[in-house]
């Protein structure tokens, strides 16, 4: 780039020299030459001040018109997506491969047309006639869906723009998605993100819901930029073991509701099932009373959902290394939990192995679910069972204090209704509910105390 040139202009007259000096050579005034720094060609190419279309404001303070949500049709998702469809909204939707991401979005398309809004299904990965023999298998053959195997972004707004907007827009996948008018293949970090631009803004454009489902790296996370989840509005996540039954869609993100929200199926041979009760799915098999075996009520953004933890403690010979195994929770607070039983209570778990599991291959997070765990851990070092009816919640400090946890209540009428009797949590925690006996542990001690005593 060329350096630009300096020059100096008489702030009396306007006359222009090519060098400073002190008296001006057009109209002889002293001190007023001032150097002037010219446009760059940088700035000259790249000034956005002018030119441009003007743009509407809205006032915040006078009335204006809200979006509508739009149900999909199954509960479970506008559960999860905080009421249902915004329109103009973007939704990014990951899951491992398999788990049923394109069961879930046919099945969703399907209700949206049968409801009389126009679906469009774009799949990038699989034909027209593949789409076909899954929605013949789902039952849902005789859904208006506008299926469409296509993978440049300008055909597919091309045609878009040729009919009228769609209540729906699937994009499966978006990683598929590229553009002639950027340099590199499918998949590529500069495909991904401009693709998912030009689809974005046809959406807002035009308030049309679009989905793109996206691919996951090995470790979870949705591949490509990150900055695809800023871009979206909504970030979801469709989670499960395949070696089980359920499937969660979490939402991660959302601009237009809670996150933290959960939608709960089951897959079975006619596709996803909403499950309306998740805790009967996970408290399966209790009939007999079992050491190591608790229940815990966790939270799953307003929705209660008991699950069950086991615990089994293995003896082993002097000398030989214990194992720890944890399948569901967290390892390093298991850790924790273990050196807090021995050091303030005086369990000694160093010449045993082991193993956590929560039922059902369900994944917790929440922190209330400490004084579950240590009741199980209890449990099955004494062999003694705990209560069939009661369920524990509460977090253990490495103090070995009993901490208050959110939602309390919630927890406690959710266990009523399912035919649990008893509660044991935090002595200054919520008021006991109308049916339950609530037992209040000020510290770990007090548990251990309560569940090896023979009383």
Not at 22 to 30: L, T
Not at 437 to 453: C, E, K
Request: aromatic share 6%; proline share 6%.
């Amino acid at each position: 780039m060329a350096k630009p040139k300096r020059r100096y202009v008489c702030q009396a007259c306007g006359g222009v020299s090519t060098r400073w000096q002190g008296q001006c050579p057009d109209c002889s005034e002293w001190n007023t030459l001032a150097e002037d720094v010219p446009q760059t060609v940088f700035s000259a190419k790249h000034d956005l001040s002018t030119g441009g279309r003007p743009i509407h404001f809205t006032p915040l303070d006078r009335p204006g018109e809200i979006p509508k949500r739009r149900t999909s049709g199954i509960s479970e998702f506008d559960r999860a997506l905080g009421g249902g469809f915004v329109p103009g909204s973007a939704i990014l939707m990951g899951g491992d491969p398999g788990i049923g991401k394109s069961t879930l979005l046919l099945q969703v398309s399907a209700h949206v047309a049968n409801a009389g809004g126009l679906s469009v299904y774009v799949s990038g990965e699989e034909a027209a006639g593949q789409v076909r023999l899954r929605a013949d298998r789902l039952g849902l053959t005789s859904a208006p869906i506008q299926l469409a195997a296509a993978t440049s972004v300008r055909d597919i707004l091309t045609t878009l723009g040729m009919m009228d907007p769609p209540a729906l827009l699937v994009i499966d996948s978006i990683q598929t998605m590229h553009s002639d008018q950027i340099e590199g293949a499918p998949g590529t970090v500069s495909q991904v993100r401009g693709c998912a631009f030009e689809l974005i803004r046809y959406a807002k454009e035009n308030g049309v819901t679009l989905v793109l489902v996206g691919h996951v790296t090995k470790d979870g996370s949705i591949a490509g930029p990150r900055v695809l989840e800023h871009m979206v509005d909504v970030v979801m996540s469709f989670e499960g073991e395949r070696s089980h039954q359920y499937r969660i869609l979490r939402s991660l993100k959302n601009r237009f509701g809670p996150v933290d929200e959960i939608g709960v199926f089951a897959m079975e041979g006619a596709g996803l099932a909403e499950v309306g009760n998740p805790s009967m799915l996970f408290l399966s098999g209790r009939e007999e009373p079992m050491a190591g075996s608790a229940v815990f009520p966790a939270m799953e953004g307003t929705r209660p959902v008991l699950v069950e933890i086991q615990a089994l403690i293995v003896r082993l010979q002097s000398g030989a290394t214990p194992r720890r195994a944890v399948v569901g929770w967290d390892s390093g607070r298991m850790a924790m939990l273990l050196a807090v039983l021995e050091a303030r209570c005086g369990l000694s778990f160093s010449s045993a192995e082991v193993y956590l599991n929560v039922a059902g291959g369900y994944r917790l997070s929440d922190p209330a679910a400490d004084l579950a765990v240590a009741a199980a851990l209890i449990s099955a070092l004494g062999d003694k069972p705990l209560p069939t009816d009661a369920v524990w919640f509460g977090e253990v400090s490495l103090a070995g204090e009993i901490r208050p946890v959110a939602h309390g209540s919630i927890r406690q009428r959710e266990s009523g209704k399912l035919g649990f009797a008893k509660a044991f949590g935090p002595s200054n925690g919520p008021a006991p509910e109308k049916g339950l006996q609530f037992t209040g542990l000020a510290m770990l001690p007090n548990l251990v105390d309560r569940i090896l005593s023979d009383a």
